[in-house]
C-alpha cells in the first residue's frame, strides 16, 4: 500500500508540471499571436503533450510492473538481525599490556564471541592504565570486564558479578627481576635502591612483591623508592635500562617478553617470587541478560576444546578460562586485609 500511494503521489506531480508546462506561453508572444492560434493547433499541442506525458510515465521503472498482482509489488522478507542492530557491550580488560598489546592478544578472542554470538555485538576496550581501567570499571562503564583479583573484589560493590576466571592460579603470583649483572644477592641490598611496578593496585606485580619484602625486612615506606610506571611491560623495561635497582611483574608478561626479546630477557633474572592466588577474574555487570552472559561465558571456558581457541589462549598464555563466583576470591579479600593492616592503605 505505501509503495502504491507513493507512486500515485508521483504521477499527480507529474501531470500537475505537464498541465503547466502545456498552458504556459512564451513571455515574447504577444496578446493579438495567441489569438491566431487556431483551436485545431491547440488540439494537436495538447494531444502532443498528453501522449508524451503518458510514454514517459510508461517508460518509468516506477510503472514497470504497474500490471502486476498487488503481492508482487511489495513482499517482506525476514532475516536474522544483523550486527548493526544487535545491543552492544563494551569488553574491559585491566593494563595486563599497553594497549597496543592487549588488542593483539585479546582481539581475536573478541572477534570469535562476535562471529558466535549474532544476537550481540562486542568491542574491546583499553585503558591507558590502572586508574582509568579502575574509573570506568566502579562507574559500570564495562558490560564484561576481565580485573585483577582486587579489582574484581572491588568490583563486587560496583553492579558486577563473577562467573569466571584465568586457570593456572599457579602462575598467578609476584616475582622480582634484577640485572643479572647488578650484584644484587639479597632482599637488603634493595635498601635504599629503586623498585618498579605496573601500579599500586596491580595485586600480582606489585601488592604481593611488597608484602613479600615486608616480610623480609623491607619497610616499603622509607627503605626503598617505589616507582608505579604504569604497565608491565614498562616494569620489566626499568630494570632492564637500569633505571631501577629490581622490578616486579608476574608470569604472563614476563613469559610473553622473555619469548618476544629473547636476547634482552637473557639480561634479566627472576631473583625472587611470592606465593600464588586466585587468578584475574571475568565479571559481568548484574543487568545484563542471563541468556547473553551465560552464553558469552560458555564460547569462553569452551576456548580450550579446540585448535582456534587454543591458540587463541596460547597469545596470552593461559590453558583455559574456567567458571567462579564471588565466593572464589574469599582468599584475595584476606590477603587484601592482611596487606592494608601491615603494610601500606590502598586508596
Known amino acids: 500500500?505505501?509503495?502504491?500511494?507513493?507512486?500515485?503521489?508521483?504521477?499527480?506531480?507529474?501531470?500537475?508540471?505537464?498541465?503547466?508546462?502545456?498552458?504556459?506561453?512564451?513571455?515574447?508572444?504577444?496578446?493579438?499571436?495567441?489569438?491566431?492560434?487556431?483551436?485545431?493547433?491547440?488540439?494537436?499541442?495538447?494531444?502532443?503533450?498528453?501522449?508524451?506525458?503518458w510514454k514517459l510515465l510508461l517508460d518509468?521503472?516506477?510503472?514497470?510492473?504497474?500490471?502486476?498482482?498487488?503481492?508482487?509489488?511489495?513482499?517482506?522478507?525476514?532475516?536474522?538481525?544483523?550486527?548493526?542492530?544487535?545491543?552492544?557491550?563494551?569488553?574491559?580488560?585491566?593494563?595486563?599490556?599497553?594497549?597496543?598489546?592487549l588488542f593483539e592478544v585479546y582481539g581475536p578472542i573478541v572477534d570469535f564471541l562476535n562471529a558466535n554470538m549474532p544476537e550481540a555485538s562486542f568491542t574491546l576496550e583499553a585503558s591507558r592504565n590502572y586508574e582509568e581501567f579502575d574509573r570506568k570499571l566502579y562507574s559500570e562503564h564495562f558490560d564484561f570486564a576481565m580485573p585483577n583479583p582486587y579489582q574484581t573484589v572491588n568490583s563486587l560493590k560496583h553492579g558486577y558479578r563473577v562467573f569466571g576466571k584465568m586457570a593456572d592460579d599457579d602462575d598467578f603470583r609476584g616475582i622480582i627481576l634484577v640485572r643479572r649483572d647488578s650484584g644484587i644477592s639479597s632482599v637488603a641490598d634493595l635498601k635504599g635502591k629503586a623498585v618498579s611496578y605496573p601500579a599500586s593496585t596491580a595485586l600480582a606485580a606489585t601488592m604481593m612483591p611488597q608484602y613479600y619484602l615486608h616480610i623480609h625486612g623491607i619497610d616499603i615506606n622509607h627503605d626503598i623508592e617505589n616507582r608505579y610506571v604504569g604497565s608491565q611491560e614498562s616494569s620489566i623495561i626499568n630494570v632492564l635500562r637500569g633505571h631501577v635497582a629490581a622490578g616486579a611483574t608476574w608470569p604472563v608478561p614476563w613469559k610473553t617478553f622473555s619469548k618476544e626479546n629473547p636476547q634482552l630477557a637473557a639480561q634479566l633474572e627472576v631473583k625472587w617470587q611470592t606465593e600464588p592466588l586466585q587468578n584475574n577474574g571475568w565479571v559481568v555487570r548484574k543487568d545484563i541478560p542471563a541468556t547473553v552472559a551465560d552464553k558469552f561465558a560458555a564460547l569462553l571456558f569452551a576456548l580450550g576444546d579446540h585448535e582456534q581457541g587454543r591458540a587463541m589462549l596460547a597469545r596470552i598464555p593461559v590453558t583455559r578460562f574456567e567458571p567462579a563466583n564471588d565466593h572464589s576470591y574469599e582468599p584475595v579479600e584476606a590477603f587484601i586485609a592482611t596487606f592494608i593492616k601491615t603494610v601500606r592503605p590502598l586508596e
Open 60 to 101: 518509468l521503472p516506477l510503472l514497470a510492473d504497474w500490471n502486476k498482482q498487488s503481492d508482487d509489488i511489495y513482499k517482506p522478507s525476514f532475516s536474522t538481525q544483523s550486527k548493526s542492530k544487535a545491543p552492544k557491550y563494551i569488553i574491559g580488560i585491566h593494563p595486563l599490556h599497553n594497549p597496543k598489546r
Open 1 to 53: 500500500m505505501i509503495e502504491i500511494l507513493r507512486r500515485y503521489s508521483l504521477i499527480t506531480l507529474l501531470l500537475f508540471n505537464f498541465t503547466v508546462a502545456a498552458a504556459d506561453v512564451s513571455p515574447l508572444e504577444s496578446a493579438p499571436d495567441k489569438a491566431k492560434i487556431a483551436p485545431i493547433s491547440k488540439q494537436v499541442s495538447e494531444e502532443t503533450v498528453t501522449s508524451k506525458l
